[in-house]
């Protein structure tokens, strides 16, 4: 099981969260890089990954627009997205949905919420990523 952490952060929640799903799966770690000019978009080359953890934090009641951007210009097929987001106070029931519309060709499921106030357990999450696709 070949693994990816893609996230976007401004202030270092995501990030933070990034890291610690990246050392816990050994998980190659890919932060979207905010570019001035959003016709150079360089996106990560997804073909050697099987399962992509996504991660974003949520602005504006929704998923950042560079995010959306990002996503949608890489080619998702044959791979399985777990998204993680992050969020100060409302919690988040459209994140799978959202992300099996931009991301195409992938396969959406599982995702982690993570709030100020409200979060999904960490280790529960764990053990159903561990058990789904790291058990043969
Ligand atoms: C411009 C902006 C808009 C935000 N909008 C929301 C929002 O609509 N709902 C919410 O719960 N949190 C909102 N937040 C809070 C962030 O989602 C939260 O702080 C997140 O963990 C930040 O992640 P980061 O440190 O990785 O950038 C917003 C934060 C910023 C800076």
């Known amino acids: ?23 816990q799966f050994n998980a190659d770690l890919v ?7 959003q016709y150079v978009l360089k996106t990560v080359d997804l073909s050697d990954y099987d399962l992509v ?16 951007h990002y996503l949608s210009s890489c080619d998702f097929r044959g791979v399985t997205v777990v998204p993680f ?20 060709g992938a ?9 100020v106030l409200k979060r999904d357990d960490w280790y529960k999450w764990l053990y159903e ?3 789904r696709y790291y058990t043969d």
């Open 1 to 23: 099981m070949k693994a990816l952490v893609l996230y976007y952060s401004r202030t270092g929640t995501t990030e933070k969260l990034a890291r610690r799903i990246s050392k």
């Open 31 to 37: 932060k979207m890089n905010q570019q001035n000019d």
């Open 53 to 68: 953890f996504v991660g974003f934090p949520m602005m504006f009641r929704g998923m950042p627009d560079y995010v959306m």
């Open 85 to 104: 987001a992050t969020f100060a106070i409302a919690g988040l029931d459209w994140v799978d949905r959202v992300l099996s519309e931009v991301c195409h």
């Open 107 to 115: 396969n959406v499921e599982l995702s982690y919420n993570h709030g």
């Open 129 to 131: 990523v561990n058990r």
